[in-house]
């Protein structure tokens, strides 16, 4: 059975993989927000996290324009990772019936792995 809280990494982690810690926004003090930088130069990630609402919202920006956004409920816990070359952001969500996560890679480049997320032609 799923938590009521989500759970999230410790402030180290947060330092240590991306290179900030996550802060609360001006809006809402229960929405904390951290920003790193990712993949090629001008590319930020921020990750914005409510941990009681169990809900996360992940953007990308490229030369200032922010060209991706997703937006996930029923987080169980976002996972940090560094392995390698290689630095990301783990969201975990689950809902009765259906488990996914949301694997981005912030260093060496983007990637985004979203089985939840498909583009039909």
Not at 22 to 32: A, G, L, Y
Not at 75 to 95: A, F, H, K, N, T
Request: proline residues 7%.
């Amino acid at each position: 059975m799923a938590s009521d809280v989500m759970e999230i990494p410790e402030d180290l982690d947060f330092l240590e993989v991306l290179g900030a810690t996550p802060e609360p926004t001006e809006h809402d003090p229960d929405v904390w927000r951290v920003e790193a930088p990712a993949g090629a130069a001008g590319e930020l990630v921020a990750l914005s996290f409510d941990i009681g609402a169990r809900s996360v919202r992940l953007t990308r920006e490229s030369m200032g324009e922010c060209d991706i956004e997703i937006y996930r409920e029923q987080v169980e816990r976002i996972l940090l990772y560094s392995r390698d070359e290689e630095r990301g952001i783990v969201i975990e969500v689950g809902v009765p019936g259906f488990r996914c996560e949301l694997r981005v890679v912030i260093s060496p480049r983007f990637r985004l792995v979203d089985p939840m997320l498909y583009l039909g032609r």
